[in-house]
């Protein structure tokens, strides 16, 4: 193993972020696979591999700063870090001119005049980059157009392929169920963790000095589904509901907040719905109050709006899942409602019914939300919203 990576892993313990040998293994393998000519790209490798959440991805990131200094010189110049030590050299950082836009300076009036389409151009590029780092979700595979699986969930359809929609929802559901597996957690008492095992005792050059077992979490993890039902989206927002509330129970694990401009609480509508199956989706829709589906999209009112009320998601285990296309009529995308939310839950995933091409045109604001969210995934038919569940049931 690299020296200077095995300084570093010691500095990240230090600043309180765990790294197991096996992840510095899997973090030499990735660097020795990419190289270490991209500063840029070496950080994104040590993010996937030893970064677990938005905090210690923001811990890797001050450590990667202040430990790995690029040369101030030519290529091969070590001038700003210390020879053969990968740590920064107080005598040339000190000497380093302040930046001016730490001090408050402005920047030229050609950096002010940003083109809007540019900034959602390097927006979207940089989630690809942190998509393609970190992978979330998977993107939906391309299939046959004729399969059901892989049609696009359009807001017109005909009866004859609701139908078939419908008779391919329970297929996906028993292999989700297939592909699900019980979370366990850390404890003194349980199940002995064999793979932990060897892990831990690495260190002790496979001698099992330490014995590690496992139990399952006694805290189900909170989910809250807002979900925009206007009328491009609700055709595949009862999809989703109808997939996620086999899995998640209405009112126990999970509350599921329905929109067009504002938040509306439709967890015991949908618990009725899944329990008789006599009322369509549309029906269900028309019955709650406060719901108006005439309305134009309003994503900034309406997530200002469950900031503010009694709804809001909140706890170190609530899970925010938003399904929508972030289209909001012109209207101001508030994106700073969202990174409220965000602070207040453990990871926020976004499920855009829309193909990627189309993320961030027109009146997208999906730009401005990206940065607040955790994980993004295209679920324009069956296989994507089955995918969504899929990592919903992953963080649980």
């Given amino acids: 193993m690299n020296p200077a990576l095995a300084r570093f892993a010691e500095t990240l313990r230090a600043e309180g972020l ?34 677990k959440d938005r905090r210690a991805v923001a811990i890797l990131d001050r450590v990667f700063d202040a430990f790995f200094v690029p040369p101030e010189g030519a290529v091969g110049d070590r001038k700003g870090e210390r020879r053969g030590t990968g ?22 009036a050609a950096e002010r005049r940003e083109d809007p389409r540019e900034k ?28 059901p699986l892989h049609r696009a969930l359009s807001p017109r359809a005909s009866e004859q392929e609701d139908r078939e929609l419908a008779r391919m929802l329970p297929r996906i559901v028993e292999a989700i169920r297939l592909r699900a597996s019980r979370r366990t ?44 039902v206007s009328w491009s989206v609700a055709r595949a927002a009862g999809y989703f509901l109808w997939i996620a509330s086999e899995f998640l129970e ?22 009725r719905w899944k329990r008789s199956s006599r009322a369509t989706f549309a029906q269900v829709l028309q019955g709650l109050s406060g719901l108006n589906l005439d309305a134009a999209s309003d994503y900034g009112r ?72 955790d994980a993004v995934a295209e679920a324009t038919d069956l296989a994507g919203l089955a995918r969504g569940v899929e990592s919903v049931l992953r963080r649980l």
């Avoid at 050299?89 to 300076?105: A, E, H, L, M, S």
């Avoid at 850390?186 to 590690?212: C, K, M, S, W």
Wanted: proline share 9%; charged share 35%.
């Fill in 185 to 228: 957690r850390e404890a003194r008492r349980g199940r002995l963790d064999v793979r932990l095992v060897f892990r831990r005792n690495l260190r002790h050059q496979g001698i099992p000095f330490e014995l590690p077992w496992r139990r399952p979490r006694p805290r189900p993890t909170r989910v809250v589904l807002l979900v925009d």
């Fill in 302 to 373: 309406a997530l200002h709006a469950l900031a503010s009320s009694k709804l809001r998601p909140a706890g170190r285990d609530t899970i925010l899942v938003v399904l929508g296309d972030a289209r909001t009529n012109r209207y101001d995308p508030l994106d700073w409602a969202l990174g409220d939310l965000a602070r207040r839950c453990r990871a926020v995933l976004w499920l855009v019914p829309e193909p990627e091409s189309r993320w961030g045109t027109a009146d997208s604001a999906l730009a401005a939300y990206l940065p607040h969210v």
């Fill in 120 to 147: 959602v151009r390097r927006t979207l590029e940089a989630l690809r980059e942190r998509r393609r780092s970190r992978a979330p979700v998977r993107r939906r595979e391309r299939g046959d157009a004729t399969d």
């Fill in 87 to 108: 740590r920064p050299d107080p005598r040339t950082t000190r000497r380093r001119p302040p930046d001016p836009d730490r001090r408050g300076g402005r920047k030229p």
């Fill in 18 to 51: 765990s790294a197991s040998p096996s992840e510095l293994l899997d973090a030499a393998r990735a660097i020795d696979a990419v190289g270490i000519e991209d500063r840029a790209r070496v950080r994104a490798v040590l993010r996937a591999t030893l970064a």
């Fill in 250 to 271: 209405p009112g126990r694990r999970a509350r599921i907040v329905a929109f067009v401009d504002r938040p509306v609480d439709a967890t015991e509508a949908v618990a």
